[in-house]
């Protein structure tokens, strides 16, 4: 079996307002600790200093555009090197591979099911519903990694994206926010900011060479507007973070937490400086982007798909030498071996590959993100094949900062800080959970799940029939082949033995109907 009774019952035990009751109940999270508070009995041995922490993440970047992987014709030296020096996961997924989900789920360790994420947080207008319709934002009684991080001492910073708040009126005039139509963008309220004591942040603008931001101290009504790009100007800031001249930024007497969201290489793709396009001078998005699986004749969306390749990798490019500039600022200031860097993206980008242009898809490069640790002195350089998704990214940073007592019982995801020490004792998954849910519709959608080997997708539209999608991973990489009807028992297998116990795990009664009922019972 893929989740073991265990997993199950502890799916079960946080279903709707009971798991938060529950995870305040049975979980220390929010009681202190006498070593918290510096009071020590005879028994009681000093606690070793917090660790820092210092998470890279940049938006749309697939896994297949790090230089190391050898697929994507990307220029990535700093990430390959972050990776050598670390722990890098092949195999993690973005389950539901879009902006705010994964936000979501980073942020609660939870399925979108559970967390009520289940779509983009947005503010639509009558004909055109947005999340704001169906309570789609990250609520102020979520517990999150960062308060979790908050009460145990820590001073907590967040640069760039934010992107889990529901815009509300009067709205903000910008690029993202237009008359008449979706708003995305919004200051975040201190009360719903979790945490996050230093704040120079927005909810979503995508014009990166000229980005908006508020600060700590800016009014709702009056943004900051910078002629930087913006994944540089992020670096600067986190760069005067980290170095706290004169105590501006932070507490020096406290460990601290650093998230730098960087929107590249998220479209439009041609908010790039020239000068990474430069890099590829003398090349086209044609002769860069040679996947096997980009369809070149279809009709995308004016700035979307294939033709935008070579802008996306000079995105790429661009956050990579941030993301150099960042750590190697951390290691000169000699915090080397008391932070914990960690680096992932919330989704990939598929830019024609099987004819789609961007992400929330199943195919492998819209799921697959990178997924990095790295800790000098603590970690020992290795790579691992674990199926890892997204909720265990905030259960496993816990357990590797020594806080496992203090994770919540509300969160889903798993701790895998054993497998990224490189020691034994994680159960390994079998597979991953993938999901889409239409705003309001979640009896319908997409459910699949993502083995070693392959990937199931089945599909609920009103009124028809559910259709399946199987691709055989090892020997169709590039998943150009729908072998559902060709493999009718490893379907029903793979739905038996993996999806329905994800799908009772995470509490999503979605449930396909062409199992067989004595299966299907079982589960219902």
């Known amino acids: 079996m893929s989740i073991s009774r265990r997993n199950i019952l502890k799916g079960i035990a946080v279903t709707g307002a009971g798991g938060l009751a529950a995870s305040i109940s049975g979980c220390s999270s929010f009681t202190p600790k006498a070593l918290a508070s510096g009071e020590t009995s005879q028994n009681e041995v000093t606690p070793k200093k917090k660790p820092n922490l210092l998470i890279l993440f940049p938006d749309e970047m697939r896994t297949q555009s790090l230089g190391f992987m050898k697929q994507d014709r990307s220029i990535t030296p700093n990430i390959d090197k972050l990776a050598k020096q670390g722990v890098f996961f092949r195999q993690a997924v973005s389950n539901f591979p879009l902006c705010t989900p994964f936000r979501g789920m980073l942020m609660t360790g939870q399925y979108p099911y559970r967390n009520g994420i289940q779509g983009n947080s947005h503010t639509g207008v009558p004909g055109n519903f947005g999340g704001h319709d169906f309570g789609i934002e990250l609520k102020r009684s979520d517990i999150t990694w960062s308060d979790v991080l908050k009460e145990q001492g820590y001073s907590m910073g967040y640069i760039g994206k934010w992107h889990l ?34 704040w120079y942040s927005y909810g ?6 000229t980005p908006m931001y508020w600060t700590n101290d800016t009014p709702r009504d009056k943004p900051i507007i910078v002629d930087q790009w913006s994944a540089e100007h992020e670096a600067d800031i986190a760069i005067s973070y980290l170095r706290n001249e004169g105590g501006k930024y932070r507490d020096n007497d406290k460990p601290f937490t650093l998230v730098v969201s960087m929107n590249p290489p998220h479209s439009p793709y041609d908010q790039v400086p020239q000068k990474y396009l430069d890099k590829f001078d003398g090349e086209t998005s044609e002769s860069l982007n040679t996947r096997k699986n980009v369809d070149w004749d279809k009709e995308y969306d004016e700035g979307y798909g294939p033709k935008y390749f070579k802008e996306y990798l000079a995105m790429v490019y661009g956050v990579d030498e941030q993301v150099g500039r960042i750590v190697d600022e951390l290691d000169r200031l000699k915090l080397t071996e008391d932070t914990l860097v960690v680096m992932f993206s919330d989704h990939g980008c598929c830019l024609g590959s099987n004819g789609h242009p961007t992400k929330n898809v199943h195919y492998e490069e819209a799921m697959r993100i990178p997924m990095i640790f790295r800790w000098p002195g603590t970690l020992n350089p290795n790579q691992d094949d674990i199926l890892f998704s997204a909720p265990d990214i905030y259960p496993t940073m816990l357990g590797l900062m020594g806080l496992e007592e203090h994770i919540p019982g509300s969160v889903e995801g798993s701790n895998f800080a054993n497998t990224v020490k490189g020691l034994e004792g994680d159960e390994r998954p079998t597979s991953q959970l993938y999901t889409f849910m239409p705003y309001g519709g979640q009896s319908f959608g997409r459910r699949g799940i993502r083995t070693g080997d392959y990937t199931l997708v089945a599909d609920r539209k009103v009124g028809k029939p559910i259709t399946y999608v199987l691709h055989d991973n090892v020997n169709d990489p590039y998943q150009m082949k729908n072998i559902a009807e060709e493999q009718p028992m490893l379907v029903e297998k793979l739905i038996s033995e993996e999806l329905l116990p994800w799908l009772e795990r995470t509490g999503d009664p979605w449930r396909p109907t062409e199992v067989p009922e004595n299966v299907l019972n079982a589960y219902t």
Request: glycine fraction near 10%; charged fraction near 20%; hydrophobic fraction near 30%.
């Open 204 to 209: 979503t603008y995508d014009l990166h060479l």
């Open 165 to 198: 708040d529901a815009p509300e009126p009067p709205f903000v005039p910008g690029y993202n926010n237009p008359l008449g139509g979706r708003y995305w963008n919004d200051w975040t309220a201190p009360d719903r900011r979790h945490g996050f004591d230093f």
